[in-house]
């Protein structure tokens, strides 16, 4: 036995990381024109909904309640629950402009929250609670109501593990357990299962598409999707799973799995067995390409990792090469704005304006 010199490391994450470099993404988006980009898109999405447990969740009538309705100035918010797979509840506000007429269609916002926002609460702006207020003080989260203000019906879920759908474990009204999620004993519970908490929070936003799709005030070839981090998250996913979403918002949600997630995401709603092994996020947000796509982040972002933008620049480069197969470029844009870890509203109305109209 040879005798050990040198100072020892006990920890695994530099391990992980040497792993991670030696087995190359098998889904890497490597195409080189639009018929071979739909061939890996069809691959990937598919290798998706089996890691993720897509493929095995079972469709139930889109049964819904509307719970309460409150007269706001300018629009309307209406509270309700949807079943989005059987027993399965999830609990949303849709913000409708005023002024809507018998068969004036209006485009379709799908807005999901991030941490720490007290689930749709923050989005849709209920500030009479304090915690939520400083937390849309803190974070700009109330972009739900911004966007009904530009004159969009938006949709306000609450995903699973937060806001009204936290476990008993984080179940409670103190500011801790409202700002609080469920995520990670969720999803050990789910990838026992052969299922994962980002499986069921894009198959619950598809059956929230499913039931948008029945509103006959609602233009179903103008639906959208945006979010702020966890919520950039569900936008990003849900954008690259389901082509009825004609356009997509990720907010400070853009960087890789090694740089980033790694080493700083360690909220169980970001870990899907073998995800690593097949895709990084600029991979994800190819699948978009070639529907319009705003990613933006903040330049001091501590969640972009070690290396900051240029880390994120490096995936946006992956998602590009795939807008520039369709000559669309364009349909791609990067908004890197001075700030920390937080939405930000500056591209916001000219993006949906372009795109939604």
């Avoid at 030696?22 to 061939?39: G, L, S």
């Avoid at 980033?260 to 899907?272: A, D, E, P, W």
Wanted: proline share 4%; aromatic share 10%.
């Amino acid at each position: 036995m040879s005798n050990i010199k040198g100072p020892l490391d006990y920890t695994t994450r530099a391990h992980l990381k040497n792993f991670f470099d030696q087995n190359p993404r098998k889904y890497a988006f490597q195409a080189k024109d639009p018929k071979a980009f739909h061939a890996w898109k069809n691959e990937l999405r598919s290798a998706l909904r089996d890691i993720t447990g897509i493929s095995r969740m079972e469709k139930c009538e889109p049964v819904f309640r509307v719970l309460e309705v409150t007269q706001l100035d300018g629009y309307q918010r209406k509270k309700t629950v949807l079943q989005t797979e059987k027993d399965v509840w999830m609990p949303f506000y849709m913000l409708i402009p005023d002024g809507i007429k018998e068969g004036d269609r209006r485009a379709a916002v799908i807005a999901p929250h991030g941490h720490g926002c007290c689930g749709k609460y923050g989005v849709a702006g209920i500030d009479d609670v304090p915690v939520v207020k400083r937390s849309i003080e803190r974070y700009q989260t109330d972009y739900g109501v911004h966007l009904v203000q530009l004159g969009y019906i938006v949709f306000c879920p609450d995903a699973r593990g937060s806001g009204e759908r936290r476990e008993w474990m984080n179940q409670g009204d103190e500011d801790e357990k409202l700002l609080s999620s469920s995520c990670t004993q969720l999803n050990f519970a789910a990838i026992s299962l052969g299922q994962s908490l980002t499986g069921m929070w894009v198959w619950d936003l598809m059956r929230l598409v499913d039931y948008i799709e029945t509103l006959n005030i609602c233009d179903t070839e103008k639906i959208g999707c945006c979010g702020f981090s966890g919520g950039g998250l569900q936008s990003l996913w849900l954008a690259a799973m389901d082509d009825r979403i004609k356009c997509a918002v990720v907010g400070s949600y853009m960087h890789g799995f090694r740089e980033s997630i790694l080493k700083t995401h360690l909220c169980g709603c970001n870990f899907v067995p073998h995800l690593w092994e097949y895709a990084d996020m600029g991979d994800l947000a190819a699948l978009i390409a070639p529907r319009p796509l705003l990613i933006q982040n903040g330049s001091d972002d501590p969640l972009n990792g070690e290396r900051g933008i240029e880390d994120v620049n490096e995936q946006v480069e992956i998602t590009r090469q795939s807008y520039k197969l369709f000559g669309e470029e364009s349909k791609l844009q990067q908004y890197v704005f001075p700030g920390g870890h937080q939405w930000n509203s500056d591209k916001i109305q000219e993006f949906f304006s372009r795109w939604l109209g």
